[in-house]
């Protein structure tokens, strides 16, 4: 495993809702979705997606767009996410 991956699964799994969050994102996409899919609300979906991203675990398919931006795992974020189940 690189080091940068061990470095960013321990962030991860420090927080409860990351994991949650990466754990359903087996396919591209919205916050909106993923919401429905953790129970988690919708401004702590978006938060943790926009670090996510910052973080290069996910990146938005559709940056432009101001709804429906659609997230999908780096490689990064499904090396990660193999580790966790």
């Known amino acids: 495993m690189k080091k940068e991956d ?6 991860i799994i420090r927080g409860s809702q990351r ?3 990466i754990k359903v994102m087996d396919k591209p996409l ?3 979705q993923i919401k ?13 997606l926009r670090l996510f991203v910052e973080q290069k675990i996910a990146k938005c398919l559709n940056e432009q767009e101001k ?3 659609i ?3 780096t490689e990064s974020g ?3 996410k193999e580790l966790l189940n």
Do not use: H
Request: glycine fraction near 6%; charge should be positive; avoid cysteine.
């Open 6 to 11: 061990v470095k960013l699964y321990s962030w």
């Open 19 to 21: 994991v949650l969050i």
């Open 30 to 32: 919205t916050p909106t």
């Open 36 to 48: 429905k899919l953790t129970a988690l609300g919708l401004n702590n979906v978006s938060d943790i």
């Open 67 to 69: 709804l429906g931006r």
């Open 71 to 73: 997230y999908i795992l």
């Open 78 to 80: 499904k090396r990660i």
